[in-house]
């Protein structure tokens, strides 16, 4: 019995940093997979992360241009400076927990670096790419 309670307590120490998903992030994902988005491939979300494309604006650029590949650090606006605050719920425990906020960021940020809205299926990857960070 004894043994049984260790395993569990360290596959609980193991899984809990692994899973930050939220109700909101649940309930997108949901969304995206009716939209026509497949299993989710968060190894796509990283190579596309630092993947540049002509933004909006014209110029290259990618998602690490203003937020960086250390997803507990801030990030900061290519063309504003704004502070963008970390992208981990681990330390930044308000992120993902916003349905609206995140189709908006979704939006904007697909559109500022990549010159066009994001697929269901590359929202599906970046968000189980981020939420796992």
Avoid at 48 to 58: C, L, P, Q, R
Wanted: proline content about 3%; some cysteine; overall charge positive.
């Amino acid at each position: 019995m004894k043994r049984l309670f260790s395993l569990m307590i360290l596959s609980t120490c193991v899984i809990a940093p692994i899973a930050q998903a939220t109700p909101a992030s649940d309930a997108l994902l949901a969304k995206y997979k009716s939209e026509g988005a497949g299993k989710a491939d968060p190894a796509k979300a990283k190579a596309d992360w630092t993947k540049e494309a002509v933004g909006e604006d014209g110029q290259k650029m990618s998602c690490s241009t203003c937020h960086g590949t250390d997803f507990s650090k801030a990030g900061k606006h290519h063309k504003t400076s704004k502070v963008i605050e970390p992208m981990s719920r681990r330390v930044n425990a308000e992120r993902y927990t916003d349905e609206k906020k995140i189709e908006k960021w979704f939006k904007r940020n697909c559109k500022d670096a990549w010159g066009r809205e994001c697929t269901a299926q590359e929202k599906t990857d970046f968000l189980t790419y981020l939420i796992a960070q």
